[in-house]
């Protein structure tokens, strides 16, 4: 899998893009394959579960209700976006300016935090279900100190990088019935 800085989407609505996009390849006579994939994502890592959310929530929810909110203009930097695609992003994805929790965000699927043991697991399940290749991932929240930036940078080569180089989507296996 490839890491990097991107914006952050519920996965469920990934899952939904990724399956119509399959879905429109095979109708044109294609079959994709999850290296045509990248799901953007937001993975924060400490040494437990508990450090994890602790460390990020100043951080996260400062981004989620402060830095997103903000007026489009302060969002766009130059050569990247303009204010007109960011007010339509915010309409296509029916934006509204509710204050979110980090709980929020880890029940949808759009941040992914933890010890190392738990970030794993919920990337190669989410890689699974979404069946890519690809993760572009944002390793930097709104307030969090470059210290901070830095040492959740290294744990992601150190203990994700490795269990996912050659890693390729596993089938889901269903529930017993």
Same mark, same amino acid.
């Given at each position: 899998?490839?890491?990097?800085?991107?914006?952050?989407?519920?996965?469920?609505?990934?899952?939904?893009?990724?399956?119509?996009?399959?879905?429109?390849?095979?109708?044109?006579?294609?079959?994709?394959?999850?290296?045509?994939?990248?799901? /953007?994502? #937001?993975?924060?890592? +400490?040494?437990?579960?508990?450090?994890?959310? !602790?460390?990020? &929530?100043?951080?996260? =929810?400062?981004?989620?209700?402060?830095?997103?909110?903000?007026?489009?203009?302060?969002?766009?930097?130059?050569?990247?976006? /303009?204010? #007109?695609?960011?007010? +339509?992003?915010?309409?296509?994805?029916?934006? !509204?300016?509710? &204050?979110?929790?980090? =709980?929020?965000?880890?029940?949808?699927?759009?941040?992914?935090?933890?010890?190392?043991?738990?970030?794993?697991?919920?990337?190669?399940? #989410?890689?699974?279900?979404?069946?890519?290749?690809?993760?572009?991932?944002?390793?930097?929240?709104?307030?969090?100190?470059?210290?901070?930036?830095?040492?959740?940078?290294?744990?992601?080569?150190?203990?994700?990088?490795?269990?996912?180089?050659?890693?390729?989507?596993?089938?889901?296996?269903?529930?017993?019935?």
């Amino acid at each position: 899998m490839l890491f990097s800085s991107s914006i952050i989407a519920p996965f469920e609505g990934v899952v939904k893009t990724f399956d119509l996009f399959r879905e429109e390849a095979l109708k044109a006579g294609y079959e994709s394959s999850p290296d045509q994939l990248a799901w /953007s994502n #937001a993975i924060f890592i +400490r040494e437990t579960d508990a450090i994890a959310q !602790r460390d990020i &929530r100043p951080h996260l =929810e400062a981004y989620l209700n402060e830095f997103l909110s903000r007026d489009p203009a302060m969002m766009t930097p130059p050569g990247y976006s /303009s204010v #007109a695609s960011i007010k +339509r992003v915010r309409s296509l994805r029916g934006y !509204r300016n509710v &204050r979110q929790t980090m =709980e929020e965000v880890l029940d949808k699927g759009i941040v992914i935090i933890g010890g190392p043991n738990t970030v794993r697991e919920k990337l190669a399940q #989410a890689q699974d279900r979404g069946k890519f290749n690809i993760s572009l991932t944002k390793t930097q929240f709104g307030t969090m100190p470059h210290q901070l930036v830095k040492e959740n940078q290294i744990a992601i080569a150190q203990e994700i990088l490795p269990y996912f180089r050659d890693r390729q989507p596993q089938p889901i296996k269903m529930a017993a019935e």
